[in-house]
């Protein structure tokens, strides 16, 4: 599925070569609708980076938004749907607007995939891929992002905690129950992080912690109500013309 026409390895390229170390390697992959991407879903990879570098020494050498096929998004969504390409595109301009180009990047292998393919197989594929591309010494682990909400509504993610599978990093949303998470996570599983509103250094009063979603933003924006605090000015122009297309 994945490929270097789908995933742009050269961020990883150039955080080896630049950052050599002999700590584990991760990269971190986030799959969703992204219908439209918004502050915390960029956020939440870079808090995620943050906690699994100071917490665990690891060192995330990149990491990847991934939109869902356009076969599930529509499925869900109907009318409210934005074509895949678009939604790659406002990925890619956000990355840029928050500044974070140097190691999150767009793949496309999911949204380009000839059906919908499930987060865990995202994962694995993009973890063998990117192995047999970079052949270190060491394999490169791949953690998947997952808000708190997810996790739960998907009773804990399994198939990501699997032997084969490089793990899940669980990160808090406000009003979303954590005992699930937290149990796990007691137990001392080694292929579960959970990046948590109570972490000594998360600033809890931050606006990036916000409860944002893409359903929020859909629904101001046809209402013609401020976006800029939910997502980026750069989603926004694209999402005007995508709409000044459809007019």
């Known amino acids: 599925m994945h490929s270097e026409h789908t995933t742009d390895l050269s961020i990883l390229y150039s955080n080896l070569k630049s950052h050599p170390t002999n700590q584990e390697y991760v990269v971190l992959i986030k799959t969703g609708a992204m219908n439209p991407v918004h502050r915390c879903h960029i956020s939440n990879m870079v808090r995620t980076k943050q906690y699994l570098e100071r917490v665990y020494n690891f060192n995330v050498i990149g990491g990847y938004l991934s939109p869902t096929h356009d076969e599930y998004v529509h499925g869900k969504l109907r009318n409210e749907f934005i074509n895949g390409q678009h939604r790659i595109e406002m990925c890619r301009k956000a990355i840029e607007e928050a500044g ?8 496309m292998a999911e949204c380009m995939a000839p059906r919908f393919v499930t987060p865990a197989s995202v994962a694995y594929t993009l973890q063998v891929f990117i192995n047999q591309k970079l052949n270190l010494p060491k394999s490169v682990r791949v953690i998947y992002v997952a808000g708190l909400d ?33 149990s796990i996570h007691a137990q001392g599983n080694s292929k579960v992080f959970y990046v948590c509103a109570n972490d000594d250094d998360m600033d809890t009063s931050s606006s990036d912690i916000d409860d944002i979603s893409s359903t929020l933003i859909r629904k101001r924006y046809k209402n013609n109500e401020n976006c800029e605090h939910l997502t980026f000015k750069s989603v926004l122009n694209h999402m005007e013309i995508i709409s000044s297309k459809k007019n």
Not at 100 to 107: A, E, M, N
Not at 156 to 161: A, C, I, P, T, V
């Open 150 to 182: 997810l996790f739960n509504r998907c009773y804990g993610m399994k198939s990501l905690r699997a032997p084969e599978m490089g793990g899940i990093a669980v990160v808090y949303r406000p009003g979303q129950d954590d005992r699930l998470i937290t």
């Open 100 to 107: 974070q180009q140097h190691w999150l990047s767009v793949d």
